[in-house]
């Protein structure tokens, strides 16, 4: 390992580090629990919840706790919409 590998893995280090403490800081305990176990069925989106809760906290428009209600409805509009799909039978005589 070189230096600068070094220092991209402390830098990784402290944001991740940061990412934490924000997320303890404005979501509450049962968020967190949704969102942990979001992260083993859908990474993708649970990294961009995180992503988007670390923009806003940090441009200070985070004002208020995030709770599980809000955290579902953060979900439902970050989630990508299923179209419903129907099957139409036609009996043929």
Avoid: C, W
Avoid at 1 to 15: A, P, T, V, W, Y
Avoid at 25 to 53: D, F
Avoid at 57 to 75: C, N, Q, T, Y
């Amino acid at each position: 390992m070189n230096q600068s590998d070094l220092e991209g893995m402390e830098q990784r280090k402290k944001l991740e580090k940061f990412k934490q403490e924000t997320l303890a800081k404005y979501l509450t305990r049962e968020a967190r629990e949704r969102l942990g176990s979001l992260k083993y069925a859908h990474p993708e989106l649970a990294e961009s919840v995180e992503n988007m809760i670390m923009q806003s906290a940090m441009s200070g428009r985070l004002r208020d706790i995030i709770d599980d209600k809000k955290l579902k409805e953060l979900l439902v509009a970050l989630s990508p919409q299923k179209e419903e799909k129907k099957i139409k039978f036609e009996r043929k005589i």
